[in-house]
């Protein structure tokens, strides 16, 4: 896969497909990741190959990834977010959630080796952004990479809605 632009409408539950290279349509965790690989080798490098993820509250979370590395808190978030509210949540829970699942999504404050890329590869192009934070929450989040063959599946400019993830989601 070369690269994937999606506009995502959480009120709507829709995906526009605005660019990408097609996979197999059989791609599973090897496709996506690195085919061969022990699911434990594979988790050491940060991967999640398992379970549940942030995406069942329906959200990247950019914005607010891109507020913590802009304050230079992303190998330490846990005081920006919960003590100085770096991300403006309206309450401590709230906050705390945030944190959580930037924790899972992108390894923020952890050494996992695919966290800390994602960091370090933040401030080179400003508009490869978006494509690096998919790519590091399909390695971490098994829902959202479920649900992607739906998403890559789509003729360009065509809409995906939600009954068309979850169907895809309840195959895995």
Not at 6 to 17: E, F, K, Q, R, T
Not at 44 to 71: D, I, Y
Not at 96 to 116: E, M, S, T
Request: net charge neutral.
């Amino acid at each position: 896969m070369i690269g994937v632009h999606a506009d995502i409408d959480p009120a709507l539950s829709i995906v526009h497909v605005k660019t990408f290279n097609k996979l197999p349509a059989s791609a599973g965790m090897g496709e996506w990741s690195a085919s061969g690989f022990a699911d434990d080798e594979l988790a050491r490098f940060g991967f999640k190959v398992a379970g549940g993820g942030p995406h069942q509250s329906k959200t990247m979370m950019l914005s607010e990834f891109t507020t913590l590395l802009a304050g230079n808190d992303g190998e330490a978030p846990g005081p920006a977010i919960l003590d100085h509210n770096a991300l403006g949540k309206p309450s401590a829970r709230a906050r705390k959630a945030a944190l959580d699942n930037l924790r899972r999504l992108y390894a923020v404050g952890a050494d996992a080796p695919i966290g800390v890329v994602l960091r370090r590869l933040w401030g080179i192009e400003p508009e490869a952004r978006p494509l690096l934070a998919l790519l590091c929450a399909l390695s971490r989040d098994p829902l959202l990479r479920a649900g992607a063959s739906a998403v890559l599946d789509a003729k360009l400019g065509e809409q995906v809605k939600a009954p068309a993830i979850a169907a895809v989601v309840e195959l895995h």
